[in-house]
């Protein structure tokens, strides 16, 4: 079972989230022993450990040994206390050794080594790294010989001084958010170079709980799939409910609380550990009540394949968040670009929503399942591929055989000539395919050419209704418009009421993006 494996397993069995830290420093052990000699220290910070062990074990997802306060212990016997720290915690319990290595090619498989090693190493189970030298630095602590393994990258740090690298912004990120998305690449990157049994991502986050706003574009840049930990509630003042609520995945997990002083340092370990994994657990569950919430309010609800196309919208670039100026002079707090689908995997999950879309509508498929259209038309240029991609996945995902036609912006004087390519579309039902409408000029001169041919536009689909208003003068917005004066429907994979219920029901975007959706919608929106 890889490292990750077991973590989620651990989680889930003991139903805790939370990971205790061993740092035998020197203000934690007995002055005398310190003093003493190195055999003397190296002791009490074993017994130190191992009572912290004892009684926090039935609590404690993983362990988190901190390797520089057993180095400090002396250059004879620190890191044999460390190993045999290490051999006391129960097998079923991880091992993360927070060492914090960064480094390049034979010293970082040195490294690995000495960290992993069940003979002459440390025999940890993952490891802390920093990431700042690439995946170089990174990959031989979690491919080859030790696929298994897992490593948590610095992305954000709790420290104040992490903002003077982590949050320098680079061209539309930070670079902790560059380093989030880089976790993700490089667990797929380990599982090419070095496949297992397990899908589990071999890399998570080490984001600090002091900095809500920051873990929230982390969890948000990485993904719902990998683990975040999250040091800084108790001692350094993380807010344990504004931790939750920013860094938990959709399912309430992927994040862990790692706590040292507050449970050394408490008259009772035992006690204090339940305690903090309760409390953790009654942050969670405060989270998951408060988007249940969310998800059971009236609004706007949202497809699967709605949620699906958003998901993959985001991660191809093609919808962003942030501030933009339109054509109109307003300025939108998001931005949807159809020409970044520029990938064959984009591409084939984008026609597999527009037939979705398309099927899941009342008014372009009737009460026996079948379309109310013969041949789909793409009018140039955006519309040929896409009028394409929807005819191919409306074939292969629903059965559906139609035709398929496009124009050419210029008339042909040789071969068949003409503007027109494709199927016939004379005394044909035809559906429109585009992008998205703006002024809906390109769907009506669609409209127009295809009643000279004597062919009856039947419906149009996009994929994105801005469903916003033309002017504040006009209650209509260009899609409605076009509905109505060609009499019509308009059929988008998604509206901006799907946009904004995605953002309630996720657990990647902080309240401020909704907010500015949500008050842009209630301004604009029709």
């Not at 069940?118 to 491919?143: C, H, Q, R, Y």
């Not at 408060?290 to 309010?297: F, L, V």
């Not at 390519?421 to 559906?431: D, T, Y």
């Not at 536009?457 to 208003?469: F, H, N, S, T």
Request: charged fraction near 25%; glycine fraction near 8%.
């Amino acid at each position: 079972m890889s490292f990750f494996d077991q973590i989620q397993s651990r989680s889930e069995s003991i139903n805790s989230l939370l990971c205790v830290g061993l740092d035998p420093h020197q203000k934690e052990l007995p002055a005398d022993q310190w003093s003493a000699s190195e055999e003397s220290r190296c002791e009490a910070a074993y017994q130190f450990c191992k009572r912290i062990i004892d009684a926090t074990a039935e609590h404690t997802v993983c362990y988190k040994p901190n390797a520089a306060f057993f180095e400090a212990l002396g250059t004879k016997l620190g890191n044999v206390t460390l190993r045999r720290v290490i051999d006391a915690i129960p097998n079923d319990i991880p091992v993360l050794l927070d060492v914090k290595r960064g480094d390049i090619g034979s010293t970082a498989a040195a490294y690995a080594e000495a960290c992993y090693e069940e003979k002459d190493g440390l025999n940890a189970g993952g490891v802390t790294l920093s990431p700042l030298m690439g995946w170089d630095s990174v990959s031989p602590f979690i491919t080859g010989k030790y696929a298994d393994k897992g490593a948590f990258v610095l992305c954000k740090t709790s420290n104040p001084g992490s903002n003077d690298i982590l949050a320098l912004n680079l061209q539309q990120q930070t670079v902790f958010e560059k380093i989030a998305g880089l976790a993700n690449e490089w667990s797929s990157s380990a599982a090419s170079d070095s496949p297992t049994s397990s899908t589990t991502p071999r890399l998570g986050l080490v984001v600090g709980a002091t900095d809500p706003s920051s873990l929230s574009k982390a969890r948000k840049a990485a993904g719902s799939k990998l683990w975040i930990l999250a040091p800084g509630v108790g001692a350094q003042g993380g807010d344990l409910d504004a931790a939750c609520r920013a860094g938990l995945n959709d399912e309430g997990t992927g994040m862990l609380i790692p706590v040292s002083r507050g449970i050394s340092r408490a008259t009772d370990p035992a006690a204090e550990a339940m305690k903090l994994k309760e409390g953790i657990n009654a942050a969670r569950k405060a989270v998951l009540d408060e988007r249940g919430e969310k998800r059971d309010q009236p609004g706007d609800s949202i497809a699967p394949y709605q949620k699906e196309f958003l998901e993959f919208s985001l991660k191809e670039g093609v919808l962003k968040f942030g501030s933009f100026v339109l054509k109109s002079g307003r300025t939108s707090p998001y931005f949807f670009n159809a020409g970044l689908f520029s990938s064959g995997s984009a591409l084939h999950k984008l026609g597999k929503a527009y037939a979705a879309a398309i099927m899941s509508s009342k008014e372009l498929v009737d009460k026996d399942g079948n379309v109310t259209f013969d041949v789909v038309f793409g009018p140039a240029y955006k519309g040929i591929s896409l009028g394409a991609l929807v005819c191919s996945a409306l074939y292969s995902d629903f059965g559906v055989e139609t035709g398929f036609a496009y124009n050419r912006k210029e008339a042909k004087d040789h071969g068949e000539g003409g503007i027109l390519v494709g199927s016939s579309m004379a005394n044909k039902r035809v559906l429109v395919v585009d992008d998205v409408i703006t002024a809906g000029t390109a769907i009506r001169e669609s409209h127009t050419l295809l009643q000279k041919i004597e062919a009856t536009p039947v419906g149009v689909a996009i994929a994105l209704d801005r469903a916003e208003k033309r002017s504040l003068e006009d209650p209509l917005s260009a899609v409605q418009a076009v509905a109505r004066d060609l009499e019509i429907p308009v059929v988008s994979i998604v509206a901006l009421p799907q946009l904004q219920e995605y953002l309630k029901l996720s657990s990647e975007y902080d309240e401020d993006v909704l907010k500015l959706v949500t008050e842009y919608r209630s301004q604009y929106g029709v």
